[in-house]
């Protein structure tokens, strides 16, 4: 399927490993320019690199999202390097897993500020300029625990559902721009942080068998868990013209963990 990618250009936050390299490096695939951010320039470079040894067009944008000052930094390096931006996805953040009564309130904030306002930074500097355009998409990655939430992680938890009700409410305020607004939710995924902890572990470094051990933390029908490329093919459909009449969703991504039809 053509999915009239071509020549768009998206900015993808926290792409220099796991879910966002996947998805930045699809997108490249369907002749998308990519703008891969984090942190880390060597690794952002690495990233870089590798999409244009591929036959791509890419350009890093490095900052801290959890800053305005950071957030300005890579809206305005994304800018520069191709002229635009017409796709955000906002994947970057963090997942603290330290449980109940061991969270302070200061780190429900420190939480929500990176998971939460970070998107909210990027909207507001990239989407006006979609709606110029008449034509864009965002996207924001969050997670099945939005909707089913687990013990350990509770302000992550709490961080992912307003991560779908803030794609929701954006669909809402984009009526009739030709800017689209989702939520794609993944189930837990074999990305290397945990791979990193299965090796710990002293786990078989066999894929099969790590993504069955993986599937045990968050039980699902499929019996597996998932791969951040099977994440990143959600997000480019939705990225692209075949996706134009959807907006205001949550995909789900998870192998069924979630068993509801909501």
């Known amino acids: 399927m053509e999915l009239k990618l071509r020549g768009k250009i998206a900015l993808v936050t926290g792409s220099t490993s796991g879910i966002g390299e996947a998805i930045a490096k699809t997108l490249a695939e369907e002749g998308v320019s990519v ?14 690199d590798e999409i244009i040894k ?36 906002n994947n970057a953040g963090a997942y603290p897993a330290t449980g109940w009564f061991k ?24 989407v006006p300029l979609m709606q110029e355009r008449k034509w864009g998409r965002v996207i924001a990655i969050a997670s099945g625990v939005g909707t089913k939430p687990q013990a350990g992680m509770p302000a992550y938890c709490a961080t992912k559902v307003a991560n779908i009700n803030l794609a929701v409410s954006l669909a809402m305020a984009l009526t009739d721009s030709g800017v689209t607004s989702n939520a794609v939710s993944p189930g837990i995924i074999l990305t290397q942080g945990v791979d990193d902890m299965f090796d710990k572990m002293g786990i078989e470094n066999n894929l099969e068998v790590r993504a069955k051990m993986a599937a045990e933390f968050a039980p699902n029908p499929l019996g597996r868990a ?17 996706a134009d009449y959807i907006t205001g969703q949550n995909l789900r991504v998870d192998g069924g963990y979630v068993p509801t039809v909501n």
Not at 229 to 239: C, G, N, P, R, Y
């Open 35 to 48: 703008v891969v951010h984090g942190r880390r320039i060597a690794e952002a470079d690495r990233v870089v």
């Open 54 to 89: 591929a036959g791509g067009e890419a350009a890093r944008a490095i900052g801290d999202l959890a800053t305005d000052d950071g957030a300005d930094q890579v809206a305005a390096a994304a800018l520069k390097a191709f002229g635009g931006v017409d796709i955000l996805v």
């Open 103 to 126: 969270e302070s309130a200061d780190d429900w904030n420190d939480v929500f500020n990176i998971n939460v306002t970070s998107m909210v930074r990027m909207i507001n500097r990239l």
């Open 226 to 242: 998932g791969l951040p490329q099977e994440i990143a093919d959600a997000v480019v459909f939705l990225a692209s013209s075949r």
